[in-house]
């Protein structure tokens, strides 16, 4: 068939406003195809990430929003004298808004000498000592530093907080390039946030042996009298609740991807559809030159595809490359999805319009490779 590429590729140029507008539709509902897929990707990592059931938070009970969070910061030192537990970390949360959003920038206030401990970063600009001798210094993740366009030294505030970029990170976990990292001293001291003494939640590092509902139920039971009553979770099912209600609006996406490509079946099989009509005397007079069915019907399936891979290509195409650029990701009470464009989705997209186009040219292309000559011939 590859002889026959010239001809087919004529013929998709002879209707090329139709073609045109076909693959614009196509490449656009494909765009919203990949879009959400990257927001399931993202959330699939988040809560997939198996390394998160070594370590658990540390949370105030019955609070659900960071800023209502309030533990006396001297839990952590109590905390991790407990047996199988590693370390534990007082970590002060501070985000510019605690609702679901594309644009929350979230702070977490840490001890210095233990954020390398606790986060697995890549330095890709900066380095550590200048974060570590300056009060009001921060490690800026890439998304943030890419959105927000900064750079090493640049000072920038965010609500309540001013720092300055000591450092820009990469992290082994995407949501994480959307984090920004503080002194906990500091965030504590900053005016109008008045929690000197008090962090928003505690993480704790479990060595190898230890179990973690078995250290849940010891760090609750032994705080439930107070001074402040907690509430223990792996880091995984932390997050999970957290994010539950966007794990159900993330579902309701899948159900638009799948619309999305229905919708781009039945925009491709019209178009088909159209061009086959246009062209019955046409294929009659190509079966009486010595072509088969199987020819006809190779033509018109290689149309579909075409047509199907070229809009998808270019929808699937602008999605990641905007992902790539962009840094997306989605916020809700100090947790991140980051919107993962990657090759697995490259793939999802150019399979889906090559699936798309083999169904959208079947039908019609079988009826005309079946059609008669002679009263094909008689069609005006």
């Given at each position: 068939?590859?002889?026959?590429?010239?001809?087919?590729?004529?013929?998709?140029?002879?209707?090329?406003?139709?073609?045109?507008?076909t693959i614009s539709?196509?490449?656009?509902?494909?765009?919203?195809?990949?879009?959400?897929?990257?927001?399931?990707?993202?959330?699939?990592?988040?809560?997939?990430?198996?390394?998160?059931?070594?370590?658990?938070?540390?949370?105030?009970?019955?609070?659900?929003?960071?800023?209502?969070?309030?533990?006396?910061?001297?839990?952590?030192?109590?905390?991790?004298?407990?047996?199988?537990?590693?370390?534990?970390?007082?970590?002060?949360?501070?985000?510019?808004?605690?609702?679901?959003?594309?644009?929350?920038?979230?702070?977490?206030?840490?001890?210095?000498?233990?954020?390398?401990?606790?986060?697995?970063?890549?330095?890709?600009?900066?380095?550590?000592?200048?974060?570590?001798?300056?009060?009001?210094?921060?490690?800026?993740?890439?998304?943030?530093?890419?959105?927000?366009?900064?750079?090493?030294?640049?000072?920038?505030?965010?609500?309540?907080?001013?720092?300055?970029?000591?450092?820009?990170?990469?992290?082994?976990?995407?949501?994480?390039?959307?984090?920004?990292?503080?002194?906990?001293?500091?965030?504590?001291?900053?005016?109008?946030?008045?929690?000197?003494?008090?962090?928003?939640?505690?993480?704790?590092?479990?060595?190898?042996?230890?179990?973690?509902?078995?250290?849940?139920?010891?760090?609750?039971?032994?705080?439930?009298?107070?001074?402040?009553?907690?509430?223990?979770?792996?880091?995984?099912?932390?997050?999970?609740?957290?994010?539950?209600?966007?794990?159900?609006?993330?579902g309701f996406t899948?159900?638009?991807?799948?619309?999305?490509?229905?919708?781009?079946?039945?925009?491709?099989?019209?178009?088909?559809?159209?061009?086959?009509?246009?062209?019955?005397?046409?294929?009659?007079?190509?079966?009486?030159?010595?072509?088969?069915?199987?020819?006809?019907?190779?033509?018109?399936?290689?149309?579909?595809?075409?047509?199907?891979?070229?809009?998808?290509?270019?929808?699937?195409?602008?999605?990641?490359?905007?992902?790539?650029?962009?840094?997306?990701?989605?916020?809700?009470?100090?947790?991140?999805?980051?919107?993962?464009?990657?090759?697995?989705?490259?793939?999802?997209?150019?399979?889906?319009?090559?699936?798309v186009g083999l169904?959208?040219?079947?039908?019609?292309?079988?009826?005309?490779?079946?059609?008669?000559?002679?009263?094909?011939?008689?069609?005006?």
């Open positions: 068939m590859y002889r026959f590429a010239p001809y087919v590729a004529k013929t998709l140029w002879r209707h090329r406003t139709r073609t045109l507008l539709g196509t490449a656009v509902a494909m765009f919203v195809f990949a879009f959400v897929g990257a927001v399931q990707e993202g959330l699939d990592r988040l809560l997939n990430d198996t390394q998160q059931d070594r370590s658990l938070i540390v949370f105030q009970a019955n609070r659900f929003c960071p800023s209502t969070s309030k533990l006396p910061e001297d839990y952590a030192l109590q905390i991790g004298k407990v047996a199988g537990v590693k370390a534990a970390i007082p970590i002060k949360v501070y985000m510019n808004n605690c609702r679901a959003s594309l644009d929350v920038v979230v702070f977490n206030g840490v001890p210095p000498d233990k954020l390398q401990a606790v986060r697995s970063l890549t330095l890709l600009s900066g380095d550590w000592s200048n974060f570590e001798t300056r009060h009001d210094a921060a490690v800026v993740g890439r998304a943030v530093a890419q959105r927000r366009r900064l750079a090493v030294g640049n000072k920038f505030s965010i609500g309540a907080v001013t720092v300055t970029v000591a450092a820009i990170f990469q992290s082994t976990t995407p949501a994480e390039d959307s984090m920004i990292y503080t002194h906990l001293d500091f965030l504590q001291r900053t005016p109008g946030l008045h929690s000197v003494g008090t962090v928003t939640q505690i993480e704790v590092l479990l060595d190898s042996t230890a179990n973690a509902q078995t250290i849940c139920r010891q760090i609750d039971e032994r705080y439930r009298a107070g001074p402040v009553a907690t509430n223990t979770r792996t880091k995984g099912a932390f997050q999970a609740k957290t994010v539950s209600d966007l794990i159900e609006l993330v899948r159900l638009l991807g799948l619309a999305c490509v229905i919708m781009v079946l039945g925009l491709v099989t019209t178009t088909t559809v159209m061009g086959v009509q246009d062209r019955i005397r046409e294929h009659a007079v190509l079966q009486t030159l010595g072509f088969t069915g199987w020819h006809i019907f190779g033509f018109i399936i290689s149309d579909s595809v075409i047509v199907s891979l070229i809009g998808g290509g270019l929808g699937t195409g602008t999605a990641l490359g905007l992902l790539q650029v962009s840094s997306f990701a989605l916020g809700t009470e100090g947790i991140l999805i980051a919107f993962l464009p990657s090759a697995s989705l490259a793939i999802m997209g150019a399979g889906a319009s090559l699936i169904l959208a040219g079947l039908i019609p292309a079988c009826q005309a490779a079946r059609a008669e000559i002679v009263p094909a011939l008689r069609m005006a």
